[in-house]
């Protein structure tokens, strides 16, 4: 198998999730948009032709790329050896994969591209964050956080008693929502969630990737 390459930069949610999965199964792989020693740039020809609608991550194996974080997940989960991300049972892998499909398409959404981008990328007057933004999010913020909560429950982890993709996909995004200056209020009501990040960040992989980008306000 030929060196993995993750191409998109450190920062992003979703290039995080794809090295978690590697750091909990011990893949060796490289990170960003430099591949071979040529930067790539964004949503140029090379990486359009990778993926058409312009997004990261995208895996690089040999001359062969794959898009979309949660197939590029189960995708390494089945190739390489190492501890399985995923249940054996149908019902309880069905269960990782919904919850994978609803952290990725619905709770990142919520969480990511209406609250967390309005911080770290401050789009008001001279670079202000838009609180008026992120006032008329957070209503809906707090309604995710509540179903991680419930979700979570006593688990140790999202879906089952094993680091699994979900959580891979739910805690890069979690990690910096809780960074923020204004996180002791919204998690004033989700206080396993809080603990399950702090968990996470703590383990081997979370120490890894989960680290300060650096992102204004965050
Ligand atoms: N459905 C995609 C979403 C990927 C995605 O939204 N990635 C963000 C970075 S976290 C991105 O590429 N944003 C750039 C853009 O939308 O132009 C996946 O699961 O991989």
């Not at 688990?155 to 891979?168: K, M, N, P, Q, S």
Request: contains cysteine.
């Amino acid at each position: 198998m030929s060196q993995i390459h993750i191409f998109g930069p450190q920062f992003s949610t979703f290039v995080r999730s794809v090295q978690l999965c590697c750091e909990e199964k011990g893949v060796a792989y490289t990170v960003g948009t430099d591949v071979n020693g040529k930067e790539v740039e964004f949503k140029g020809a090379q990486h359009l032709d990778w993926h058409p609608f312009g997004k990261v991550p995208v895996l690089l194996n040999g001359d062969r790329h794959l898009i979309e974080t949660v197939s590029i997940c189960r995708y390494l989960d089945a190739v390489f050896d190492g501890p399985t991300l995923q249940p054996d049972d149908p019902w309880m892998r069905a269960q990782v994969d919904q919850w994978a499909a609803t952290l990725s398409l619905y709770i990142d959404e919520i969480l990511v591209r209406h609250y967390l981008l309005e911080f770290a990328f401050p789009k008001g007057e001279d670079a202000t964050v838009r609180m008026d933004r992120v006032r008329e999010a957070e209503p809906e913020v707090k309604r995710a956080l509540a179903l991680l909560e419930t979700q979570l429950g006593d688990r140790e982890y999202l879906v089952t008693d094993h680091f699994t993709i979900a959580d891979a996909i739910a805690v890069p995004m979690l990690d910096y929502l809780f960074r923020l200056p204004v996180a002791e209020a919204l998690t004033a009501e989700t206080p396993r969630l809080k603990d399950y990040v702090e968990r996470l960040r703590a383990r081997r992989s979370g120490s890894r990737v989960l680290i300060d980008a650096g992102l204004a306000g965050i």
